[in-house]
Structure formats: structure tokens, C-alpha cells
């Protein structure tokens, strides 16, 4: 069974960092871009970072350039998104997804929406707030 599950979520201080892990079964990453997407109330789920499995090329979000990081444990078929200096509007629901690389021309960036996604994870919430 495929499966992703995330954890890692919670409440953190503006200017706080936090750790979201996405863990993988049923199906190895190297055949797909897995990233971190989120949804703020009101608002349409955002992809936010990306890691290709074939490549290991990453793709992040302007908003969250130089804060964020992607990062793959191939042993434990793992994704993480290390967060720091983190904002308000950084709130929002976590999804994990992932996107299999139907075309091998295709860039991180363009899979890494929505639209793309073949499995998602439950979710996890982060709140920043003081």
C-alpha cells in the first residue's frame, strides 16, 4: 500500500524553526519528485519545496528561499523540510506529495504543484505565533 506520512507540525514563535518529516511506503522515492505543499484557511494549497528522486534537483518557493531546506534520507525513504526563521504567514496546513516522473524532461519546478501529485500525505498543521 502506498502510503506517505508526515509529522513534525506545531506551534513555534516567530523567528523559530521547526522540522517536518515525510516518510515514504510502499513505493521508493527514486521515481518521483516528493515535496512539501501547504493551505492557509481561505486560500489554495501552494507548492512550497520539491526534491526529485532521479536527479536530486530541489525547487523552492520565492517566499521561502533562504529559509527552507529539502532534504532526502534515502535509508529511511524519507523526505524533511527543515523551517527557520519562521513567519506568520508561514501558517498553515502541510501536505506531503508526490509526483511521478512520467517525463524525464520535466523540471522539478513543474511537478512541483498541486495538480501533479499521484499520493498525499494527512497533513500536518504549523502555526507561528507568539
Known amino acids: 500500500q502506498l502510503q506517505l506520512v508526515e509529522s513534525g507540525g506545531g506551534l513555534v514563535q516567530p523567528g523559530g524553526s521547526l522540522r517536518l518529516s515525510c516518510a515514504a511506503s510502499?513505493?521508493?522515492?527514486?521515481?518521483?519528485?516528493i515535496g512539501w505543499f501547504r493551505q492557509a484557511p481561505g486560500k489554495e494549497r501552494e507548492g512550497v519545496s520539491c526534491?526529485?528522486?532521479?536527479?536530486?534537483?530541489?525547487s523552492y518557493a520565492d517566499s521561502v528561499k533562504g529559509r527552507f531546506t529539502i532534504s532526502r534520507d534515502n535509508a529511511k525513504n524519507t523526505v524533511y523540510l527543515q523551517m527557520n526563521s519562521l513567519k506568520p504567514e508561514d501558517t498553515a496546513v502541510y501536505y506531503c506529495?508526490?509526483?511521478?516522473?512520467?517525463?524525464?524532461?520535466?523540471?522539478?519546478?513543474?511537478?512541483?504543484?498541486?495538480?501533479?501529485?499521484?499520493?498525499w500525505g494527512q497533513g500536518t498543521q504549523v502555526t507561528v505565533s507568539s
Open positions: 506529495g508526490a509526483a511521478f516522473i512520467r517525463n524525464l524532461r520535466a523540471t522539478t519546478e513543474s511537478l512541483c504543484v498541486s495538480s501533479q501529485q499521484d499520493y
Open positions: 510502499g513505493f521508493t522515492l527514486d521515481y518521483y519528485v
Open positions: 526534491f526529485n528522486g532521479r536527479d536530486y534537483s530541489t
